[in-house]
């Protein structure tokens, strides 16, 4: 006996941007097929998890159909629906979809990110001449949450996508010619509305060095900084 299978075998519905009253539903199909001589008839149920590990708001995810109908060498289809703007706890939904006929059962997982407070942050950086920074780190961390977010050139401008809170923002941007690399920093930025934060190596600076002989030149020069909050140290 051939098996019956469902296409897609999974339903990734992907992120749902904040905020969430201006949703719109998003409906995908999910195909039955059946290779054998006889129609097969499917119930179809849902099982949902939030976040928080309880079930999915009410109407967060909906199927066309509570049976279905699939005939000998043919195929049927039903319609799934996911409303992200139900009130609901932000974060990551699941849902599976059970299609059960005898000893028989297809599960085809779906997902979705409804997006907590979020905004664009867009960075730029620029080098000690001037120009677009093209050999860069970007570091920016939450002082909030244990959230790292890493970013390489040699895109100067650039947009993130951050949660809303306090972040700690540091940047090393290299001139290799000049055997230079600057660092720069902003300690605390807070990331209530989509904003810009420009980076520029012009303004890392080192004044002076005082070196315990004075008879000594220094081959090289590092300068570093720590920083401590009160929730990640």
């Known amino acids: 006996v051939r098996q019956g299978y469902a296409t ?30 006889q129609s097969v008839t499917y119930q179809l149920s849902l099982r949902t998890m939030g976040p ?11 199927v066309s159909a509570t ?6 060498g043919g195929s ?3 319609q799934v629906t996911v409303d992200t703007s139900v009130h609901a706890p932000d974060g990551y939904h699941s849902a599976w979809l059970a299609a059960t006929a005898g000893t028989t059962k297809l599960t085809t997982p ?53 949660p809303a809170g306090r ?6 941007v290299e001139d290799a010619a000049a055997h230079h690399i600057s660092l720069m920093t902003r300690p605390v930025y807070d990331l209530t509305r989509d904003g810009t934060l420009e980076l520029d190596a ?14 000594a030149k220094p081959f090289g020069v590092d300068v570093g900084y720590s920083y401590r909050s009160g929730n990640v140290g």
Do not use: C, Q
């Open 202 to 215: 012009r303004e890392a600076k080192v004044n002076s060095v005082t070196l315990p002989n004075p008879a």
């Open 8 to 37: 897609p075998a999974t339903l990734s519905i992907g992120r749902a941007y904040w905020p969430h009253r201006d949703d719109e539903p998003v409906t995908r199909a999910v195909t039955y097929h059946n290779p054998g001589s």
């Open 52 to 62: 928080d590990g309880e079930p999915s708001a009410r109407g967060m995810f909906a």
């Open 76 to 78: 049927a289809t039903v």
């Open 167 to 172: 972040y700690h923002v540091m940047a090393f």
């Open 110 to 162: 779906i997902a979705v990110n409804r997006e907590p407070e979020s905004y664009n942050l867009t960075f730029k950086l620029t080098d000690r001449h001037g120009a677009p920074a093209e050999d860069y780190v970007l570091v920016v961390r939450s002082l909030e949450r244990s959230d790292l977010w890493y970013r390489f050139g040699p895109e100067s401008t650039f947009t993130m996508r951050l």
């Open 67 to 72: 049976s279905l109908t699939v005939p000998a």
